[in-house]
């Protein structure tokens, strides 16, 4: 095979040169759910994924790219999300980029969010900043104690 032996190493460098390729912001792609590929259910992952396939099941993870030929069909909860593809459920990330051949049919949230003309998108769109999205903890009052309110109200 070609793959092993050391006299067809420009495959290899091919190969090499292709995934050295498809970085995004300083990270290699470590998943791709390629264009044969449908997966039923629930997926979750961290770096960056890209979907070229058919998912039928909500998505949470950091960073998607979604091709002109994936599909989702489920809720997706992300960090960054680049749309080329088809949506059918909500979207809430921190940064979408919707290009011009993506469908997005549902609720989106985004704190930033960018819109190439010809990009569809149908449902309700709206924009949250991140102190919207991490609400802050309200500091707790206890009640005191009963020793205490005896010893506080006035004597009689």
């Known amino acids: ?14 190969t090499i040169k ?9 990270e290699v792609i470590s998943s ?18 890209r979907v070229d396939g058919v998912i039928e099941g909500n998505i949470k993870g950091e960073h ?23 949506i059918e459920g909500n979207v809430k990330a921190q940064k979408v980029t919707a290009h011009a051949s993506s469908s997005i049919k549902g609720n989106l949230v ?14 309700e769109v709206s924009s949250s900043s991140q ?13 005191p104690k009963p020793e205490q309110v005896k010893k506080d109200l006035p004597k009689s």
């Open 131 to 143: 102190a919207q999205q991490q609400p802050k903890s309200q500091p707790v009052m206890t009640a």
């Open 110 to 123: 985004a704190t930033s969010l960018t819109v190439e003309s010809g990009a569809q998108l149908n449902g």
């Open 32 to 49: 791709i759910i390629s264009t044969d590929m449908r997966v039923t259910g629930e997926m979750s992952f961290k770096g960056k994924a």
């Open 18 to 26: 292709s995934v050295k390729n498809v970085k995004s912001s300083g």
């Open 64 to 86: 998607l790219v979604l091709s002109e030929s994936g599909k989702v069909y489920g809720d997706i909860d992300l960090v960054t999300l680049i749309c080329h593809g088809s």
């Open 1 to 14: 095979m070609a793959l092993f032996n050391k006299e067809d190493s420009t495959s290899q460098q091919t």
